[in-house]
């Protein structure tokens, strides 16, 4: 063997330094995780049964959305240690902009912590009219990442179609992303992005290293369709996604998202990973 062989040992070590996205090049799959929104009945009914089905299903990860902010500090640590029961992770939650007020923020930080995750993502905003009002925004993001970060936490921003949608001439989407700390997480939302008539490929190709995490959600023109179609049913193009993600995008975890379908809930979510391997194959 060369003197220059990695022992398995060392390499195990050097590629737990690096970004999922590098991982996934040494021979590690990026983890494919489940937006609990999908299953937001059950998840409201039973929190730990929904979780479990979930990680039976084959998901890596869960992101959990607002309502997780009125959990209390017992309920948090009890869905942490179910997590490392299950062996799956909780990397980002979804957060009204509510959270990110000074006097919300600490909460949110501190169960994110419990709850092991890495981002704390507003998942939409209310801003003033005009480019001006999407500049506060920024401000609000880059002010949440300098509070959150010296915790090991970092801030990121959901996007939907407003986002992407002009205002004055530009997307409030490229005034967040052109307005915020390198560090701040641009988590793509693929169905949104394509309903507002953009292309999802060339946004992550134009900020590397930006979109560490994606809601893969598909989207169909006709009032019967819309964000009820299954991913590979709509007009993303996953291929491109995924190697644009993958080669520049900086991607960490892809996260499954379904408004709703034809099918329940449970089925809907398994469906979709189901779906999501043979893309991503």
């Not at 060369?2 to 990026?30: E, K």
């Not at 993958?246 to 991607?251: A, D, K, L, N, R």
Request: hydrophobic share 35%; proline share 5%.
């Amino acid at each position: 063997m060369s003197t220059h062989s990695l022992s398995r040992r060392s390499f195990l070590a050097l590629s737990a330094m690096l970004p999922f996205s590098l991982r996934s090049f040494a021979g590690a799959s990026i983890p494919v995780g489940l937006e609990l929104y999908s299953v937001r009945n059950a998840l409201k009914d039973d929190p730990i049964g929904t979780v479990r089905a979930v990680a039976q299903m084959g998901y890596q990860c869960v992101e959990f959305y607002a309502p997780y902010f009125d959990w209390t500090e017992a309920q948090t640590k009890d869905m942490k240690k179910l997590l490392d029961d299950l062996g799956i992770r909780c990397y980002s939650t979804h957060n009204s902009s509510s959270y990110f007020t000074p006097e919300n923020l600490k909460r949110a930080g501190d169960m994110n912590l419990v709850l092991g995750s890495k981002y704390v993502v507003m998942s939409s905003s209310q801003p003033k009219p005009g480019l001006d009002g999407w500049k506060e925004v920024a401000d609000t993001l880059n002010e949440a990442a300098d509070q959150l970060e010296p915790g090991g936490l970092k801030a990121g921003y959901h996007n939907h179609e407003l986002e992407f949608t002009p205002v004055e001439g530009k997307r409030p989407i490229e005034i967040l992303a052109k307005n915020t700390k390198p560090s701040v997480m641009l988590q793509l939302d693929v169905g949104t992005c394509l309903e507002a008539g953009s292309d999802p490929v060339a946004w992550i190709r134009a900020n590397p290293g930006r979109i560490r995490s994606i809601h893969c959600k598909d989207w169909a023109p006709g009032a019967d369709k819309g964000y009820t179609v299954l991913s590979g049913e709509g007009v993303a193009d996953w291929k491109g996604i995924f190697a644009a993600a993958e080669s520049v995008g900086g991607v960490e975890y892809y996260l499954v998202e379904q408004e709703g379908s034809r099918f329940s809930e449970f089925e809907t979510a398994k469906k979709c990973l189901e779906t999501f391997r043979r893309l991503h194959s």
